[in-house]
């Protein structure tokens, strides 16, 4: 047995080994998965949009008066409403001189023109039968001496100097009082009761709150997106710029209306002054002179041009995905920034598609996908 065991053995062992040869299990070949990755894409279209340029200003009153005295003469009252930061309306009395020596200047002028024209009927009558009687008399052409035309023309002269003093005794009577020839404000006070007024004091300054406007300076590449010319001409209505005006979170609208013609010493630029609107009490309520203010001026139209969240833009190109689903970095031409958007004008094809999402790596010609919509 022991002879026979050797040989068994291995017999045995060949045969186990051709069957698991036989039986082998196949390798399967699997196709390798490409990982295309989900973005999100925003479609570009070309649009036609309104330039926005930003800017900041001051508002400021437009209409603005100092209210000096023209006459010698003592204060005799001062409304309270003159207080500095005081408003006031439309014929509101804000000061008054003493007028007695004014009234008693215009009652004799009343009374030099009525003699005036006493005296300048009489010449007439007295020329009249002054040419009666030489015609009468028939002894040829009058001397004009005779016939009383220099007295006639002497009384006619006193009449319009006694008319004129007239009017001049009437407005230094109506200078006597200072009455507001618009609802306002004052700005400051140099003068109270009893003080004495010459030709030329400064007895305050007012201004008009029913016209405000603020001056915008424009940056030096935003001046061609005005469609302005500065020369400091009134805009013509149908020219003007809307405005949309900032105050404290509250927008208020307005209109350009000037361009102004020389650079501002302070900004070195050129500016635009824009009107203020008013549209009810509550919107008067919000603007005050001096109040610091941001604005948007809505320029010229802009044709073709793609609006671009400006943090997608990076190096003068943006990532889109093209028709293909491919990513591709595309080089474009900004024709300027508003804000957080970036007007583009070149360098996006047909079919492109914003890519928004941020994926660890940025390969050309990755394969994406995205939900159209």
Known sequence: MKKYFGPGFLFLSIFVTFLMILNKPSAMVEEKKVNVPYVKTMMLLPQTVSAQIASQGFIRPKNKLNITSQLNARVEWVSEKMEEGSSFNLGDTLIRLDRRDYELAFITAEANVLNAE??????????????????????????????????????????????????????????????????????????????????????????????????????????????????????????????????????????????EAEVDPKTRMLSVVASVGINDDATSNLVLVGQYAQATIFGTKVNDVYVIPRNNIRNQSLWVVDSNMELMNRPVNVLRYENEYALVDEGIEDGDRLMLSRLSSLINGQKVTYSIN
Do not use: C, H
Not at 136 to 153: D, I, Y
Not at 178 to 201: M, Q, W
Not at 220 to 234: A, E, H, P, V
């Open 118 to 259: 006493v005296n300048l009927e009489r010449e007439k009558a007295e020329s009249d039968l002054a040419s009666k009687e030489w015609d009468r008399v028939g002894g040829g052409s009058g001397s004009a001496l005779a016939l009383r035309k220099p007295q006639l023309a002497q009384a006619k002269a006193n009449l319009e100097a006694a008319r004129a003093n007239l009017e001049r005794a009437k407005r230094d009577l109506d200078r006597t009082a200072f009455i507001a020839s618009f609802n306002g404000r004052v700005r400051s006070k140099n003068t109270d009761i009893g003080s004495t007024t010459f030709p030329g004091t400064m007895l305050g300054t007012i201004y008009s709150t029913e016209n405000l406007e603020i001056q915008l300076p424009i940056a030096d590449q935003d001046i061609i997106f005005t469609g302005l010319d500065f020369n400091g001409l009134q805009i013509p209505d149908k020219k003007q710029l809307d405005v949309r005006i900032n105050l404290n979170g509250q927008m208020v609208n307005g209109k350009v209306i000037r361009a």
